[in-house]
């Protein structure tokens, strides 16, 4: 459940750029752009594009978790520690981007995303799975993301949590606005 106290720093950033390669591509062709940290829209992106936003994305979090941890742990932390473990930590969010891949979850999100609710209701059993699933995939990867930051910034307990919440709001609300900028 906890891979980052068993994964070396070269494992977990070798998976997670390799992640976010294959998440990049596959934003890109199947025409969905990262809108936030943890949002995608149907607007495309070219694989440039894609990839700045998944880096710039990444990187908006990690680098909030590291002056966090500076500031709150007494051991010495690691600017690499904890860039390659939050970049490990995003694998379940780009997991959860091929729901895009079935056609008809693809079509039921698309009407959603229009505002045509009405008619997506009319597929509510697609609704329910493509809700539960994303559901799912968002606390495994708050899970493993606050675990990557207690591990690479030795910040646990109430003040580790704290700190980490402050972060994922700041980092999302700045996303937001520094995503489209890309």
């Known amino acids: 459940m906890n891979p980052f106290e ?15 390669i294959l ?9 969905l ?11 495309g992106d070219m694989l440039w594009a894609a990839t700045a936003r998944q880096v710039a994305a990444w990187l908006i979090f990690a680098v909030l978790l590291y002056v966090a941890g500076v500031s709150l742990s007494g051991s010495k932390i690691r600017f690499r520690d904890v860039v390659a ?16 891949a079935v056609p008809r979850w693809r079509g039921v999100l698309g009407l959603l995303s229009d505002g045509s609710v009405d008619t997506a209701m009319q597929y509510v059993g697609s609704v329910v799975v493509i809700g539960v699933l994303m559901l799912a995939f968002f606390v495994w990867y708050i899970y493993w993301s606050y675990k990557a930051f207690a591990v690479a910034a030795n910040v646990r307990g109430g003040r580790g949590v704290a ?3 402050v972060c994922f709001v700041a980092a999302y609300a700045a996303s937001i606005y520094l995503l489209p900028l890309i």
């Open 6 to 20: 068993y994964l070396s720093l070269r494992k977990t950033f070798c998976w997670g750029v390799a992640a976010l």
């Open 163 to 165: 700190a980490f919440a």
């Open 23 to 31: 998440t990049s591509i596959f934003v890109w062709q199947t025409g």
């Open 33 to 43: 752009r990262l809108s936030s940290l943890t949002q995608v829209n149907f607007a």
């Open 85 to 100: 473990d939050n970049l490990f930590a995003r694998i379940p969010f780009d997991v959860s981007l091929l729901v895009f």
